[in-house]
């Protein structure tokens, strides 16, 4: 496999054994992490596709690319597939699944196998939702709001219920592996206070996936009940209440942004603090805030209901700790950018992305608290302007802080360098894209253009061509490393077991791991982020 | 999923070699399945919040609904689910003490009282069809209206009560089944003496498992059969 | 999970409690206690419910603290989804 052959080829976990046997049937979390960045990168390109059919649609006034059903279809599979299939498993499963062991020195997950079930219930729910896709799609929004979704879609909604059911349990089953394998299988002298912040941020995200996502995969199948068989939980006619469900489904789906936004965040610190070469400024504020986060945003779903019909007084409670629940957020960007205060920079792709999640999530955040006022959201939701916000967040944040992971450790995931300049070129015209495309989409919706409609009046027609121009620039950027990842497989430098001089134990192995990821068992007799003990590397690999 | 040669030869072919020791391994099973239990919590809460908010809309109705359950094949079950919850306690007791035998009596004992909950279910399930009470097109509660004269009933938020009564008691009753798959298993295992003092991980996990559902029950039955049964003036 | 072995007799204790406690549940209810109704039966679930947790289910005899703070923790979650969305139901019609 290698080009250079300078030495015998070590065994490490992706030559140990070959064969689709070897890689179906693996236990091994690094495996497993591999098949999951394939099948999540499928799923990606499929809500892109969805969104680049909306974007088109949207070049125009007239609804004249597709039909106005058809673009229902469209807003709503780009967001179940986007949030479901791509943003909720990223870093967590890919990311996560490989480097948690690793972080703390232990062989394996706590459950290997169940881990490997976990990648099965996400393939069966894909492979469930792409026949929902060909047999008619979901135009219910992504959010299934009934009585629409139980009582007047004549769309696949029973089907891309269960799909989501199903992918609910490949998430639960995740973050319990990675609750009972940070609590029980920490190597010996690795404290929870010598955690890197990338496991404090995970432990936290696991929290709201066991405690959130049974409840929407119990309001679901009540869905599905009542489709199937005709009970009558959210029926109108029969007294039922549909802001019920919408209660019971925000439950989740509020803390589920969360889920999508701390594994970014255990990213940004790891970037951070390598690329400053120094300890991640106010590591407790940082830990602590990782898990303030994961309980206060089960506190604020209401905020998503401010104008469907829950009482003012309630509203005025879910406004004022939907306020609250930003203070963490915000100790942490403080804290990232106090680290960079004095410290020795560079600007490696990574940290490109890193500088990127800064910006943009804080930008996003603070167009959250706008829509935490009521006054406020009273005009701006269903608008563009809450779109934008979020995209800030999930993209301008989660996808660049998944971008920007996948590149910090693709070096220890596949033993190459990606090439450092087209890394560099892809990084800034994701930003460039991103920011083209979703800008706009604040001033539009503060003009009052709503959400999901398939025309709109001539006066938005320039934002909205600027916001498609954005997202063609916004996909060649995340094409292109797709293809350099692959290239590097094959062609890149060979990475050693530190190529950037970055702290924790998964860099104390080689690149890639063996199997059982340490010759040795890790013994922790150091904090974490102990930079000033390790040495710049000589030069950061760049391909020239 | 090669196994390094020298843990399995150290250990029994029960310890997995990614732990350090079977300590560890115990510790995040039992950790595990009552993490698991905490969702589960969550699961079943979801609808317990619809009950609980539609409880305090249609109150009358709720309590007609359940004066039209059976409250002594509820309480039987209760019973039942009691029962069965002992022999799954002695069952673990009977693993800790290397009692193969009375283990796989116990386990077979837990089944049985299983199948027997499931059964009654079924018999009560079929009574509600016979009476028109399933929701949907053919349902019908002249009979609670007639029962009930000095209280308004509406007929459509009556099927509010018993779509919950439906949602709740079936998926209870499938977590039985899948408890009593769980069981299967178990006794099958325990027959062939696989389970020792030194290792009974999955008896014990097992039985967490069961005593949750039967938690979940004695929460339904009250909160189902026993909304209001004080005589009517 | 500790590995402390419980005596057969209190197992037979804690099952005859359970008994007990249903069919005083059962027969309570069949009294006119008005609101009280609701809250005996379900402090009584509650009661039966601890009983099963730390007799059945060992959490009394456990030296771990995590197993209760795991369950104490999944409660109090279920409360806040009920408690909030009555924060909103408690008061939809008070102005």
Same mark, same amino acid.
């Given at each position: 496999m290698a080009t250079v052959a300078v030495t015998a080829e070590r065994e490490h976990y992706l030559n140990k054994e070959y064969g689709i046997r070897s890689w179906l049937l693996t236990t091994d979390h690094k495996r497993i992490a591999l098949l999951y960045l394939a099948s999540i990168t499928f799923f990606f390109f499929i809500g892109g596709f969805f969104a680049l059919l909306i974007r088109l649609e949207l070049l125009t006034p007239a609804g004249d690319l597709v039909q106005a059903d058809t673009y229902n279809k469209l807003f709503s599979m780009h967001g179940q597939v986007m949030i479901f299939f791509f943003l909720i498993p990223s870093i967590p499963a890919v990311l996560g699944n490989f480097l948690v062991p690793l972080m703390i020195g232990a062989k394996d997950l706590a459950f290997p196998r169940i881990n490997l079930l976990s990648w099965y219930l996400y393939m069966i729910a894909g492979v469930i939702y792409i026949h929902c896709i060909v047999t008619g799609g979901v135009d219910t929004g992504w959010t299934f709001y009934t009585p629409f979704s139980t009582a007047f879609s004549n769309t696949r909604v029973i089907e891309a219920g269960i799909a989501i059911f199903i992918a609910g349990f490949s998430s639960i089953l995740t973050g319990l592996n990675f609750v009972v394998t940070i609590h029980r299988m920490r190597a010996p002298g690795m404290t929870w206070s010598r955690l890197p912040l990338f496991i404090w941020a995970h432990y936290a995200t696991s929290i709201i996936q066991l405690l959130g996502t049974p409840v929407l995969a119990v309001t679901?199948?009540?869905?599905? %009940?009542?489709r199937a068989f005709n009970l009558g939980i959210f029926d109108p006619t029969r007294g039922g209440d549909p802001l019920l469900f919408q209660h019971l489904f925000w439950f989740y789906s509020h803390p589920a942004v969360y889920i999508m936004i701390l594994p970014a965040m255990a990213v940004e610190s790891e970037v951070?603090?390598?690329?400053?070469?120094?300890?991640?400024?106010?590591?407790? %504020?940082v830990a602590m805030s990782s898990i303030a986060i994961a309980v206060f945003g089960f506190l604020v779903w209401a905020h998503h209901m401010f104008v469907a019909g829950i009482s003012l007084y309630s509203a005025l409670i879910f406004s004022i700790l939907s306020y609250l629940v930003a203070v963490p957020s915000a100790i942490k960007v403080f804290n990232w950018t106090a680290t960079m205060y004095k410290g020795s920079i560079s600007f490696t792709t990574p940290m490109l992305y890193a500088f990127g999640f800064i910006g943009l999530f804080t930008m996003g955040g603070l167009t959250g608290l706008f829509l935490a006022c009521l006054g406020i959201d009273v005009h701006v939701h269903d608008t563009y302007f809450v779109i934008a916000h979020f995209h800030y967040i999930m993209v301008g944040g989660a996808v660049m802080g998944y971008l920007g992971g996948l590149h910090f450790w693709w070096p220890k995931i596949s033993g190459r360098m990606y090439p450092e300049g087209w890394g560099r070129l892809a990084a800034l015209l994701v930003f460039v894209g991103f920011n083209l495309t979703f800008f706009p989409q604040f001033i539009l919706g503060y003009m009052g253009m709503p959400r999901r409609y398939w025309q709109y009046p001539p006066e938005f027609q320039v934002l909205n061509v600027l916001s498609t121009a954005g997202s063609t620039i916004l996909a060649v950027g995340y094409v292109l490393p797709m293809v350099y990842f692959l290239w590097s497989m094959r062609y890149g430098k060979i990475a050693n077991d530190n190529p950037w001089g970055a702290a924790g134990l998964e860099w104390k192995t080689s690149s890639p791991p063996p199997t059982f990821n340490f010759d040795e068992a890790p013994e922790v007799t150091w904090e974490a982020y102990n930079y000033e003990e390790i040495?710049?590397?000589?030069e950061v690999p760049v391909e020239r | 999923m090669s196994d390094s040669p020298i843990a399995v030869e150290q250990h029994g072919p029960e310890l997995l070699h990614h732990f350090v020791d079977a300590e560890q391994q115990r510790d995040a099973a039992t950790l595990g399945m009552w993490l698991f239990l905490a969702t589960e919590i969550m699961f079943f809460g979801g609808?317990?919040?619809?009950?609980?908010?539609?409880?305090y809309a249609y109150y009358n109705e709720f309590a007609a609904g359940s004066r039209s359950i059976d409250i002594w094949l509820g309480t039987i079950n209760t019973a039942v689910l009691i029962c069965s919850s002992l022999t799954v306690a002695l069952g673990v007791r009977a693993a800790q003490m290397g009692k193969r035998k009375l283990l796989v009596v116990l386990l077979l004992l837990t089944i049985v009282f299983g199948l027997a909950f499931l059964g009654i279910k079924g018999v009560e399930w079929y009574q509600k069809f016979e009476e028109h009470h399933i929701p949907g097109h053919s349902f019908n509660a002249d009979d609670l209206v007639k029962e009930y004269p000095q209280i308004h009933i509406d007929q459509q938020h009556e099927q509010i009560y018993f779509s919950l009564y439906f949602a709740m008691t079936g998926l209870h009753a499938l977590h039985m089944i899948i408890g009593v798959g769980i069981f299967i298993f178990l006794t099958y295992y325990a027959g062939k003496g696989r389970y020792t003092p030194k290792y009974y991980t999955p008896v014990e996990i097992g039985g967490l498992y069961w005593h949750f559902v039967d938690i979940v029950w004695i929460y339904l039955f009250p909160l189902l059969y026993l909304i209001d049964r004080k005589p009517l003036r | 999970m500790s590995e402390h072995i419980m005596s057969s007799k209190l197992y037979y204790t804690i099952w005859i409690a359970l008994l007990c406690l249903t069919v005083v549940t059962a027969a309570v209810s069949f009294v006119d206690l008005g609101r009280f109704n609701t809250v005996i039966a379900l402090v009584i679930a509650t009661f039966k419910a601890l009983l099963v947790v730390l007799?059945?289910?060992?959490?009394?005899?456990?030296?771990?603290?995590?197993?209760?703070?795991?369950?104490?923790a999944a409660i109090f979650w279920l409360f806040l989804l009920l408690a909030l969305s009555m924060a909103d139901y408690g008061t939809r019609f008070l102005s």
């Amino acid at each position: 496999m290698a080009t250079v052959a300078v030495t015998a080829e070590r065994e490490h976990y992706l030559n140990k054994e070959y064969g689709i046997r070897s890689w179906l049937l693996t236990t091994d979390h690094k495996r497993i992490a591999l098949l999951y960045l394939a099948s999540i990168t499928f799923f990606f390109f499929i809500g892109g596709f969805f969104a680049l059919l909306i974007r088109l649609e949207l070049l125009t006034p007239a609804g004249d690319l597709v039909q106005a059903d058809t673009y229902n279809k469209l807003f709503s599979m780009h967001g179940q597939v986007m949030i479901f299939f791509f943003l909720i498993p990223s870093i967590p499963a890919v990311l996560g699944n490989f480097l948690v062991p690793l972080m703390i020195g232990a062989k394996d997950l706590a459950f290997p196998r169940i881990n490997l079930l976990s990648w099965y219930l996400y393939m069966i729910a894909g492979v469930i939702y792409i026949h929902c896709i060909v047999t008619g799609g979901v135009d219910t929004g992504w959010t299934f709001y009934t009585p629409f979704s139980t009582a007047f879609s004549n769309t696949r909604v029973i089907e891309a219920g269960i799909a989501i059911f199903i992918a609910g349990f490949s998430s639960i089953l995740t973050g319990l592996n990675f609750v009972v394998t940070i609590h029980r299988m920490r190597a010996p002298g690795m404290t929870w206070s010598r955690l890197p912040l990338f496991i404090w941020a995970h432990y936290a995200t696991s929290i709201i996936q066991l405690l959130g996502t049974p409840v929407l995969a119990v309001t679901l199948l009540l869905v599905v %009940f009542e489709r199937a068989f005709n009970l009558g939980i959210f029926d109108p006619t029969r007294g039922g209440d549909p802001l019920l469900f919408q209660h019971l489904f925000w439950f989740y789906s509020h803390p589920a942004v969360y889920i999508m936004i701390l594994p970014a965040m255990a990213v940004e610190s790891e970037v951070v603090a390598c690329f400053t070469r120094k300890r991640i400024f106010g590591y407790n %504020f940082v830990a602590m805030s990782s898990i303030a986060i994961a309980v206060f945003g089960f506190l604020v779903w209401a905020h998503h209901m401010f104008v469907a019909g829950i009482s003012l007084y309630s509203a005025l409670i879910f406004s004022i700790l939907s306020y609250l629940v930003a203070v963490p957020s915000a100790i942490k960007v403080f804290n990232w950018t106090a680290t960079m205060y004095k410290g020795s920079i560079s600007f490696t792709t990574p940290m490109l992305y890193a500088f990127g999640f800064i910006g943009l999530f804080t930008m996003g955040g603070l167009t959250g608290l706008f829509l935490a006022c009521l006054g406020i959201d009273v005009h701006v939701h269903d608008t563009y302007f809450v779109i934008a916000h979020f995209h800030y967040i999930m993209v301008g944040g989660a996808v660049m802080g998944y971008l920007g992971g996948l590149h910090f450790w693709w070096p220890k995931i596949s033993g190459r360098m990606y090439p450092e300049g087209w890394g560099r070129l892809a990084a800034l015209l994701v930003f460039v894209g991103f920011n083209l495309t979703f800008f706009p989409q604040f001033i539009l919706g503060y003009m009052g253009m709503p959400r999901r409609y398939w025309q709109y009046p001539p006066e938005f027609q320039v934002l909205n061509v600027l916001s498609t121009a954005g997202s063609t620039i916004l996909a060649v950027g995340y094409v292109l490393p797709m293809v350099y990842f692959l290239w590097s497989m094959r062609y890149g430098k060979i990475a050693n077991d530190n190529p950037w001089g970055a702290a924790g134990l998964e860099w104390k192995t080689s690149s890639p791991p063996p199997t059982f990821n340490f010759d040795e068992a890790p013994e922790v007799t150091w904090e974490a982020y102990n930079y000033e003990e390790i040495p710049a590397p000589a030069e950061v690999p760049v391909e020239r | 999923m090669s196994d390094s040669p020298i843990a399995v030869e150290q250990h029994g072919p029960e310890l997995l070699h990614h732990f350090v020791d079977a300590e560890q391994q115990r510790d995040a099973a039992t950790l595990g399945m009552w993490l698991f239990l905490a969702t589960e919590i969550m699961f079943f809460g979801g609808m317990f919040c619809a009950y609980l908010i539609y409880r305090y809309a249609y109150y009358n109705e709720f309590a007609a609904g359940s004066r039209s359950i059976d409250i002594w094949l509820g309480t039987i079950n209760t019973a039942v689910l009691i029962c069965s919850s002992l022999t799954v306690a002695l069952g673990v007791r009977a693993a800790q003490m290397g009692k193969r035998k009375l283990l796989v009596v116990l386990l077979l004992l837990t089944i049985v009282f299983g199948l027997a909950f499931l059964g009654i279910k079924g018999v009560e399930w079929y009574q509600k069809f016979e009476e028109h009470h399933i929701p949907g097109h053919s349902f019908n509660a002249d009979d609670l209206v007639k029962e009930y004269p000095q209280i308004h009933i509406d007929q459509q938020h009556e099927q509010i009560y018993f779509s919950l009564y439906f949602a709740m008691t079936g998926l209870h009753a499938l977590h039985m089944i899948i408890g009593v798959g769980i069981f299967i298993f178990l006794t099958y295992y325990a027959g062939k003496g696989r389970y020792t003092p030194k290792y009974y991980t999955p008896v014990e996990i097992g039985g967490l498992y069961w005593h949750f559902v039967d938690i979940v029950w004695i929460y339904l039955f009250p909160l189902l059969y026993l909304i209001d049964r004080k005589p009517l003036r | 999970m500790s590995e402390h072995i419980m005596s057969s007799k209190l197992y037979y204790t804690i099952w005859i409690a359970l008994l007990c406690l249903t069919v005083v549940t059962a027969a309570v209810s069949f009294v006119d206690l008005g609101r009280f109704n609701t809250v005996i039966a379900l402090v009584i679930a509650t009661f039966k419910a601890l009983l099963v947790v730390l007799f059945f289910m060992h959490v009394k005899y456990t030296s771990e603290k995590l197993t209760k703070i795991v369950i104490t923790a999944a409660i109090f979650w279920l409360f806040l989804l009920l408690a909030l969305s009555m924060a909103d139901y408690g008061t939809r019609f008070l102005s």
